[in-house]
T-cell receptor, first 117, second 111 residues
């Protein structure tokens, strides 16, 4: 149980294009999902908190117009990297808290590796 | 600002060795400390600790929390090459679901 999937797992795009990454909780509902970014040999950095039915909350320094987050349902959140540039190349991971969960244990997706040429 | 510091940052051992990973923290409001193992992809959950002095065990892994001294340790006995990974220490505070991450400890186990 408690499986989170991400799609795609790996994407290469040209500079200036937009890329959408999906995060799905497969066997549970999640009112809250989180988006993280991870650079090589570094820990995860929280980008934003995605709440179903409301606007995402972005961490300081994260451009909300560049990283568009939509939490359309209790099982799906999407992150769209708009007008991607090479510096956006990174590993993006989402996590989800089960509905009714205490907020501590999160289940992580497998991540999406984005490479912007 | 909440802070989580892990040590060592990297560790190389041989199969069969026992390792101890450390995590110290300074947080405004503590709810829980979590240990995750990250291999190539998603971090996988190991332990959640909320109370001092109670050891949690899972096979060769164990962990304990000291809320007075503000640290936790993760022990791995009889290490195997499959234990090679990044071990992340996270703190859950009062802000629902938001976790503060440590830098991680890179463990490499050689045959």
């Amino acid at each position: 149980g408690a499986v989170v999937s991400q799609h795609p797992s790996w994407v290469i795009c040209k500079s200036g294009t937009s890329v959408k990454i999906e995060c799905r909780s497969l066997d549970f509902q999640a009112t809250t999902m989180f988006w993280y970014r991870q650079f090589p040999k570094q820990s995860l950095m929280l980008m934003a908190t995605s709440n179903e039915g409301s606007k995402a909350t972005y961490e300081q320094g994260v451009e909300k117009d560049k990283f568009l987050i939509n939490h359309a349902s209790l099982t799906l959140s999407t992150l769209t990297v708009t007008s991607a540039h090479p510096e956006d190349s990174s590993f993006y991971i989402c996590s989800a808290i089960p509905l009714g969960g205490g907020g501590n244990e999160q289940f992580f997706g497998p991540g999406t590796r984005l490479t912007v040429l | 600002e909440d802070k989580v510091v892990q040590s060592p940052l990297s560790l190389v051992v041989h199969e069969g060795d026992t390792v101890t990973l450390n995590c110290s923290y300074e947080v405004t409001n503590f709810r829980s400390l979590l240990w995750y193992k990250q291999e190539k992809k998603a971090p996988t959950f190991l332990f959640m600790l909320t109370s001092s002095g109670i050891e949690k065990k899972s096979g060769r892994l164990s962990s304990i929390l000291d809320k007075k001294e503000l640290f936790s340790i993760l022990n791995i006995t009889a290490t195997q090459t499959g234990d090679s990974a990044v071990y992340l220490c996270l703190i859950g505070g009062t802000s629902y679901g938001k976790l503060t991450f440590g830098q991680g400890t890179i463990l490499t186990v050689h045959p």
